[in-house]
Each structure stands twice: as C-alpha cells, then as structure tokens.
C-alpha cells in the first residue's frame, strides 16, 4: 500500500507547517520571559538600593546620636567611652 503523492505532500506540510508554528511560538514564549526577568533584575535591584539606602540613613543617625567613636582603628577611639556606651545599650 504506497500513499498517493498528495497525502505525501500533505503530511510533509504539516510536519513543517507545525514545526514552524513550534519555532515561532516558542520565540513568543522566550520573548516574554526575558522581559520577566528583566523587570524582576530590575525589581531586585531597586531593592537593594532601598535597603542600601535605609542602611546608610540608620547609620548617619547612629553616628549623630551618641558621639562615641566605635572604629577601634581611628586615632580618636577611646576603649572606655566604647565600653559605658556598649554597657548602657545592654
């Protein structure tokens, strides 16, 4: 039983008309997930400037209120200062 040559030429159509259906459909689907990710990259990053933000905010206000210096390696640290102002936090 061989097939006629038109039910060939249709099968072979299909197959390349779906396989070409598949290739572009699957563009669609990769196009709007870059652009997902994009906006989710872009999401975290804001983020993280947000937070950074707040971090530097705290600090600046940290550093204003008590007046003692708590970096050990400036010249101006003073051990006992350091040592009352961490007993009083506690």
Do not use: C, W
Request: charged residues 30%.
């Amino acid at each position: 039983m061989s097939s006629s040559p038109v039910l060939n030429v249709v099968r072979y159509s299909a197959l390349v008309g779906g396989i070409g259906y598949g290739i572009v459909h699957r563009r669609t689907l990769q196009a709007k997930e870059d652009v997902k990710a994009a906006h989710a990259a872009y999401k975290h990053k804001e983020d993280l400037i947000k937070k950074a933000k707040e971090a530097y905010k705290n600090r600046l206000v940290a550093k204003q209120d008590t007046g003692v210096i708590t970096d050990p390696e400036s010249p101006a640290f003073d051990l006992e200062k350091f040592l009352i102002k961490l007993e009083q936090e506690n």
